[in-house]
């Protein structure tokens, strides 16, 4: 790896993705920012997924161009569909998270062509290597897993509008005990008439990140929520 590779421009797309008639393409609204165009709904899952997660900075589209060559010795060309960047957050230059590079294919398709893409993968991480990456595939089981259903389950919550003030009493509340169940805190603040606005104020605090939780398990009455 080149000592200044963590320090090289970000790449930027280097294809349009055009509408096909084979899967679902669009564009989607990563945090309302900026645009990452996708060809399928799994790709569209993937961004989800990851937008979602706060140490995730940015996510950009077929990012590079990688040349390779077939066993025939034929060279064609490879576009990764993601390049993911990570914060640095508290980790030392020594130990940051390294980009990584993404492809998203269903399972059934890269485990039937997989001889025949095998090359090309294997110049995808030559490639990452060099740059200090991570070349990954992602399939469903790694795309539509829990954390996605929960993801999808809070979306309807993320939009909603409460008091700001009441938030803020609801988040010093989890802050002082440190981690407290759904049910408890719902209890707590939200007794009588109020259940109802209470469960949808609590779940747009952990839609909007002010609250966390493990998104690997289903959510329920009983998940235990903290202050990150």
């Known amino acids: 790896m080149s000592s200044n590779s963590r320090y090289q421009p970000i790449p930027k797309q280097t294809r349009k993705i055009k509408p096909t008639r084979r899967s679902v393409s669009g564009v989607y609204a990563f945090r309302g920012e900026t645009s990452i165009p996708y060809e399928s709904t799994l790709e569209r899952d993937f961004i989800i997924r990851h937008e979602f997660d706060l140490d995730v ?7 590079v161009v990688i040349p390779f060559k077939t066993r025939s010795g034929r060279t064609y060309s490879y576009t990764p569909d993601f390049l ?16 990584v590079l993404v492809e998203v294919k269903p399972y059934t398709e890269w485990k039937k062509n997989w001889r025949e893409w095998s ?86 605090l952990v839609a909007t990140n002010q609250l966390k939780c493990d998104l690997s398990i289903p959510l329920s009455d009983f998940s235990e929520l903290w202050v990150n």
């Open 119 to 204: 090359a090309k993968w294997k110049a995808a991480r030559r490639f990452a290597r060099e740059q200090g990456w991570e070349f990954r595939i992602y399939d469903e089981s790694r795309i539509r897993d829990e954390v996605l259903k929960n993801i999808m389950f809070l979306s309807r919550y993320q939009r909603l509008e409460f008091s700001n003030e009441d938030s803020i009493h609801i988040i010093e509340s989890v802050r002082e005990r440190g981690a407290v169940e759904f049910h408890a805190l719902l209890a707590r603040h939200f007794m009588g008439i109020y259940r109802a606005t209470g469960i949808s104020h609590i779940w747009h």
């Open 84 to 99: 993911v960047y990570r914060s640095l957050g508290l980790a030392t230059y020594s130990r940051y998270p390294k980009p």
């Open 57 to 63: 900075s940015e996510i950009i589209p077929q990012p």
